[in-house]
């Protein structure tokens, strides 16, 4: 009978999950060294037709310096981690939000502050800085 070459099932299963373990062992410790990002909303404003929530939030991740943004949420909904704001600042400061009569949204921003973004525009609403 002529020899065979056939690689045996358990050395290969033995081959392929201890690496994987090993690797996927590697990545769980390495992201929990990774700091996470904590969210503190300071304002929620529910629109006057009750179809979304103003919320000013600052969002601090890491050593990143002080913050406020503002976004447009569904009403009741809680704010997701990736929330995409329409507006932010790069000091932590009191907008003073509000709804007006029009359904407009009108945030004040502070003079000298650094703007990371400004929209005109969030979800069809218009946005008035002050």
């Given at each position: 009978?002529?020899?065979t070459n056939k690689f045996p099932l358990r050395l290969f299963a033995l081959l392929t999950t201890v690496?994987?373990?090993?690797?996927g062992g590697g990545l769980w410790y390495?992201?929990?060294?990774?700091?996470?990002?904590?969210?503190?909303?300071?304002?929620?404003?529910?629109?006057?037709?009750?179809?979304?929530?103003?919320?000013?939030?600052?969002r601090a991740c890491g050593e990143t310096g002080p913050n406020t943004q503002a976004a447009v949420i569904p009403v009741g909904?809680?704010?997701?981690e990736d929330a995409t704001s329409f507006a932010s600042i790069g000091v932590a400061a009191d907008l003073d939000p509000r709804w007006d009569g029009f359904g407009n949204i009108e945030l004040t921003l502070p003079q000298g502050a650094?703007?990371?973004?400004?929209?005109?525009?969030?979800?069809?609403?218009?946005?008035?800085?002050?």
């Open positions: 009978m002529p020899p690496p994987a373990a090993l690797v390495l992201s929990s060294l990774t700091p996470g990002c904590t969210t503190a909303i300071s304002d929620r404003l529910t629109a006057p037709d009750a179809k979304f929530d103003l919320v000013v939030f600052s909904d809680d704010l997701p650094k703007v990371y973004r400004q929209d005109g525009n969030v979800a069809g609403i218009a946005v008035i800085y002050r």
